[in-house]
């Protein structure tokens, strides 16, 4: 499902790996990303991750707290928009669309072994006990929402 406006943007750039982007009115937004250790590249019009921690585990932290605070996170996906970023998706397609981008800062490394659990644990939180984990790779369409 393609998202008209989220608040930040993810997407995987070919030299800088994640980066986070969003529109100028979205300062509160961006103060979430700036207290995780976002830094703010010019060249870029984009902030990128802390240079000390894996990119795919500085996404999934990034999305998980702008949904604590109220903000909707997508992801880039092409010339077509961004579709939305959930946090029970948020690992699978960060991490998949940065080993995919090539070289980057953080080429090679993977996420922490206890970032799955713990996501899932935390994602439990925003969804209903009955509601099923819905996987999807940044080719693929959301899934409908509840």
């Known amino acids: ?48 991750p802390p ?6 585990d500085a996404g999934v932290q990034a999305v ?11 992801y880039a996906v ?4 961004a579709m939305r970023l959930t946090l029970d998706r948020a690992e699978q397609v960060l991490t998949k669309a940065v080993v995919q981008q090539g070289p980057g800062p953080q080429q090679g490394v993977t996420p922490c072994a206890g ?15 009955t509601d099923p984990v ?3 790779s940044p080719e693929t369409p959301a899934p409908p929402l509840h």
């Not at 998980?64 to 997508?74: C, F, K, S």
């Not at 092409?78 to 928009?81: A, N, S, T």
């Open 78 to 81: 092409g010339r077509f928009g």
């Open 134 to 136: 819905h996987t999807a």
């Open 1 to 48: 499902m393609m998202m008209p406006n989220p608040n930040i943007v993810f997407d995987a750039d070919p030299r800088y790996g994640l980066v986070a982007r969003s529109g100028w009115e979205q300062e509160e937004a961006r103060t979430v990303l700036r207290d995780l250790g976002w830094e703010w590249q010019e060249e870029l019009h984009a902030l990128v």
């Open 64 to 74: 998980e707290q702008l949904h604590l605070h109220g903000y909707l996170a997508g």
């Open 115 to 129: 970032s799955r659990g713990a996501e899932k644990s935390r994602s439990a939180a925003y969804r209903g006990a």
């Open 51 to 56: 240079a000390d921690t894996p990119d795919a």
